[in-house]
């Protein structure tokens, strides 16, 4: 198997496909609909066929002589990167904020301040020494703990291999994710390859994040892939297996998802239907009524009818729906 240089923060999409068979099929897999995620972006449509905002990113868009590349945002034009401001709202977050707040939830969690740098201006310290843990708040269960960044981009509270905003490469030792912390911590408390690789999963397992658009969720994913490849690279000085990699990746793809925030629906699912009004058809003049989506009518999670998205429990090895959780709350 061919290695890959990870240290570029724009991955290509080729580079992928030739060094890693199979895992950009995967990556590109939405678990809910069991087709591919969408574009959900007006940005590539200029390319012709099969680049239009509602289409599936198939893998001949993006690899392969005529490919088109997806870019970090923060390697795209200005232009681009103005536009999608005004219509997705996209700015990423530095850095050294992701890992202020990011601290904010682990000072909660330990009930101490500071526990795996101190912020220093808009930098910080790493903390040298091993995290410490006790018999009431065990590293097994900081692995466990279940962690969501909602309308991820690519996904910079998660992961930081390098800084969304400015696009500046970050080596393992000084990364603040939420998901790289618990790889610190693995890679702390296993030497066993395989017991490392069991919390390393477990790690992935916990941690989810969702976004709208199709370009971003790649990139989201995989820089969570290339997150694995360098820690276990960090770890073991060698490049994990190809059947390793095929089962994070499929992790991945379930736990970071597409779906309109908004509606926890797949975009564009949500759609009018057609009422034939009754008394009308009586007299048969074709009389037909078109009803949006109750759900958007009335701006009511709950009653959309497009399709729901299907997260994972990993612990119940079970599907279920993320609207379900949030229905589940408000009945509380
Ligand atoms: C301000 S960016 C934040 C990205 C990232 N969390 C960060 O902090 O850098 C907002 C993100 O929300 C996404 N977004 C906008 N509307 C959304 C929606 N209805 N559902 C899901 N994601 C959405 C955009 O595509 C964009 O990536």
Known sequence: MADIITKDIDILEDGLLYCYPDILKILLKDKTTGKNI??????????????????????????????????PRATKPKEIQTM???????????CW?????NNLIDDAW????????????????????????????????????????????EAPYLVSRYDAASGAYLPVLQRIGLLDRKLRVVCENCNDENEWYKWAIRAFQSVYGYEFQGDSLLIARENLFYTFIDYYKYKFG????LDKLKK??????????????????????????????????????GT???KPCPGC??????????????????????PLLYVSILQRRKSK
């Open 110 to 153: 330990f009930g101490r301040k500071n526990v795996f740098n101190t912020p220093y201006g808009q930098s910080w310290v790493t903390t040298s020494d091993p995290i410490v843990f006790d018999d009431t708040r065990t590293w097994k269960q900081y692995v466990d703990s279940k962690r969501l960044e909602i309308t991820c981009g």
């Open 248 to 285: 994070i990746a499929n992790i991945i793809s379930w736990n970071i998802w597409q779906m309109d925030g908004l509606t926890c629906t797949v975009p564009y699912s949500c759609h009018s239907v057609e009422v034939r009004d009754r008394q009308a058809s009586l007299f048969d003049d």
């Open 288 to 290: 037909v009524e078109c």
């Open 297 to 318: 009518e009335k701006n009511d999670m709950f009653s959309h009818n497009g399709i729901y998205c299907k997260i994972k429990d990993w612990r119940d090895n079970s």
């Open 84 to 94: 999608r401001i005004k219509t997705k709202a996209e700015v990423f977050t530095p």
């Open 38 to 71: 969408l574009w959900a972006t007006k940005d590539y449509e200029r390319n012709g066929e099969g680049f239009e905002e509602y289409a599936e990113i198939q893998m001949y868009c993006i690899t392969g002589l005529f490919a088109t590349e997806i870019q």
């Open 97 to 101: 904020i992701c890992n202020e707040q």
């Open 238 to 241: 060698t490049a994990p297996s």
